[in-house]
């Protein structure tokens, strides 16, 4: 079973990478750093959290559809 510490770790540099592409689209439809950074950060951290969610519930259950 993957740690909760490797998960987290996943769960970081995934959204550090996703928010990144976040911004950027954020900032090309909108012109707008402030509004492109907000989006940015609201989406890193719903997203992260849920990331972590589903990867404990798949490090405990996911060994069934192996």
Known sequence: ????????YKTLSWHLLHVTMV????FIVTGSFK???ILASAEFLWES???FI???IWAKFGKKFS
């Open 49 to 51: 959290f849920a990331y």
């Open 35 to 37: 509004i492109a950074t």
């Open 54 to 56: 589903h990867e404990r």
């Open 23 to 26: 911004a950027f689209i954020a």
């Open 1 to 8: 079973m993957e740690s909760k510490k490797r998960s987290l």
